[in-house]
């Protein structure tokens, strides 16, 4: 089908800034600009984009359906001489949401002249790349050299990539709450923090270790640094205090049972007075051997 303009009648399908159509014109410098529209594109609106000298006018839209060849005159008012014309297809009957994948025509360079010049546009869809051929291409596919990353994949949340493609990596991924973010960490309030804090190794990755690390603090620092009971205090790992005074009786306490102190027994009977209410339990007693 093919629709035309008259240049005395610019009807609905002429150009102005905005897309307005400007009184009918007697002047004799415009283009007659043909779009066509082949069967196979999915646009359904099109319109004809003019540049030159750093002015830039689109036609008013075009409806488009199935093999259309789409009728539009371009006056030139206040464009210069020399310009650049390209059409352009979109999804919507409004002409707001471009096609994707993109479909346009090759940019024609044109002038103004008498007579008037005739312009034909073919609209053709961009070629598509999908190079880790697991369907989907650039943008939509954030990585297209990784088939593991796109749209839809489940994110992982200790890589440190992008892998569903919506802009939220590991621990900002919101599902990724509570789940592990490297070695001795999990993701918390959508950053990755420390959770084991004394093996030594920096599992959040923010360049601290252990009772250095904020994430640490008032948190068991365990057995292998300080004893058992031991916690972060600033940035020290630290026994509690009464682990550490009833480990010191029970040190003097063996010394007596040892004999190596009997002649010193009346310091002793004093000590074993002291000594009592800090007595473990022999499970306990028996680990500070």
Same mark, same amino acid.
């Given at each position: 089908?093919t629709?035309?303009?008259s240049p005395?009648?610019?009807l609905?399908?002429?150009?102005g800034v905005?897309s307005?159509c400007?009184?009918?014109?007697?002047e004799?410098?415009?283009f007659d600009?043909?779009?066509?529209?082949p069967?196979s594109?999915?646009?359904?609106c099109?319109?004809v984009?003019v540049t030159?000298?750093?002015?830039?006018?689109?036609s008013?839209p075009?409806?488009?359906?199935?093999?259309?060849?789409?009728?539009?005159?371009?006056?030139?008012?206040?464009?210069?001489?020399?310009?650049?014309?390209?059409?352009?297809?979109y999804?919507?009957?409004e002409?707001t949401?471009?096609s994707?994948?993109s479909e346009?025509?090759?940019?024609?360079?044109?002038?103004?002249?008498?007579?008037?010049?005739k312009?034909?546009l073919l609209?053709v869809?961009?070629?598509?790349i999908?190079t880790?051929g697991d369907?989907?291409?650039?943008?939509v596919d954030?990585n297209d050299s990784?088939?593991g990353v796109?749209?839809?994949?489940?994110?992982?949340c200790? *890589?440190q $990539? @992008?892998?569903?493609c919506?802009?939220s990596? /590991? =621990?900002a991924? %919101?599902?990724c709450d509570?789940? #592990? &973010? +490297?070695?001795g960490a999990?993701c918390m309030?959508?950053?990755c923090?420390?959770?084991?804090c004394? *093996?030594r $190794? @920096?599992?959040d990755?923010?360049?601290?270790? /252990? =009772?250095?690390d %904020?994430?640490?603090a008032?948190? #068991? &620092? +365990?057995?292998g640094?300080?004893g058992?009971?031991?916690q972060?205090?600033g940035t020290?790992c630290?026994?509690q205090?009464?682990?550490?005074?009833?480990r010191?009786?029970g040190?003097?306490?063996?010394?007596r049972?040892?004999?190596?102190?009997?002649?010193h027994?009346?310091h002793?009977r004093g000590?074993a007075?002291w000594?009592r209410?800090?007595e473990l339990?022999r499970a306990e007693?028996d680990?500070l051997?």
């Open positions: 089908m629709r035309s303009a005395r009648s610019l609905a399908l002429c150009l905005f307005a400007p009184p009918a014109k007697t004799t410098t415009w600009v043909t779009v066509k529209h069967a594109l999915a646009s359904v099109v319109k984009t030159g000298g750093g002015i830039i006018q689109e008013a075009l409806p488009a359906s199935g093999a259309d060849d789409l009728n539009v005159l371009i006056y030139q008012e206040n464009l210069p001489v020399s310009v650049t014309l390209k059409a352009i297809g999804s919507d009957a002409c949401t471009p994707f994948p346009e025509s090759a940019i024609e360079r044109a002038g103004f002249a008498t007579p008037p010049a312009i034909t609209l869809r961009a070629q598509t999908d880790d369907g989907f291409s650039p943008p954030c990784n088939p796109k749209p839809g994949v489940p994110e992982r200790d *890589d $990539i @992008d892998n569903d919506n802009a990596i /590991d =621990c991924e %919101t599902s509570l789940d #592990a &973010c +490297g070695t999990v309030n959508t950053k923090a420390e959770s084991a004394g *093996d $190794i @920096d599992g990755r923010d360049g601290t270790t /252990d =009772c250095a %904020t994430d640490c008032d948190k #068991a &620092c +365990g057995a640094v300080a058992a009971g031991a972060c205090v020290t630290r026994e205090r009464h682990r550490r005074r009833a010191w009786a040190r003097l306490w063996r010394r049972l040892s004999g190596r102190d009997v002649r027994g009346r002793l000590l007075r000594r209410p800090f339990p007693r680990a051997r």
